[in-house]
């Protein structure tokens, strides 16, 4: 379950305390993109998180692309129409 899931990455966060958390797509990296970015704002951790967009979103992101945006220090799209909606994001083609 997702609560185990945050929990666990409670867990493993704090004791590797990640340079770089690199994400791709599915909801299963909230728990940790969370924790990672609660551990940044209490001071405990200052690794970098970059979420890759999944190369199948040309219109509109993912739920966990719309979660993830305001709070990732990257945010990789495939797509130009992504871009012009999401400036903050970067275009990997």
């Not at 379950?1 to 599915?26: E, H, K, M, W």
């Amino acid at each position: 379950t997702t609560i185990r899931s945050f929990i666990r990455s409670i867990y493993v966060a704090t004791r590797v305390r990640p340079d770089l958390v690199l994400c791709n797509g599915p909801g299963t990296c909230l728990p940790i993109v969370m924790v990672v970015f609660l551990l940044r704002i209490l001071g405990m951790a200052d690794g970098n998180v970059v979420f890759v967009e999944s190369f199948c979103r040309v219109r509109n992101l993912s739920l966990t692309g719309k979660l993830l945006y305001p709070i990732v220090d990257k945010f990789v799209v495939h797509w130009p129409e992504l871009l012009q909606q999401y400036p903050r994001s970067q275009l990997v083609s």
